[in-house]
């Protein structure tokens, strides 16, 4: 048996692998920005054993994210505020997505069970977002 790959953790978008200056150079920000969103509660970098910073692919998207809103006119606060409702509203999109195929999937059954029905019964609604 082979030992895993120590790099294959580079791949986890969720795996601290930078640390502040690294992340700062990507994001083309200063390193008083990341300490501002974790100041702010906006963003909570990993902590290293020495209690250095260490970011994720996944984090500096959000901070990104935060500094295009910040770069738009928004506060701090807002744009932490308006990222939280963005990532609720994709998760409450992608549960609604999942939930009307499982019905559609639950109509199919019981077409195919109900003897005489050549098509499953119609939604009496919309599906959201429509």
Known sequence: MTA??????????DYPALT???????LGVQAAF?????????????RSAGGHRRY?????????RVRTLLD????????GTIVGL???????RADADSL?????ALRADVARLTPGRTE???????????
Request: aromatic share 2%; charged share 25%; glycine share 6%.
């Open 120 to 130: 499953p019964p119609r939604s009496p609604r919309p599906p959201l977002g429509e």
């Open 34 to 46: 990341l300490r501002s969103l974790d100041g702010s509660g906006v963003l909570q970098p990993f």
């Open 100 to 104: 009307r195929s499982a019905a559609e």
């Open 56 to 64: 994720s692919r996944h984090q500096l998207a959000l901070a990104a």
């Open 86 to 92: 963005e990532d609720q509203l994709a998760t409450a």
């Open 20 to 26: 502040m200056s690294q992340a700062a150079e990507l």
């Open 72 to 79: 738009d006119g928004h506060s701090l606060t807002s744009a």
């Open 4 to 13: 895993p790959d120590p790099t294959s953790r580079l791949d986890d978008p």
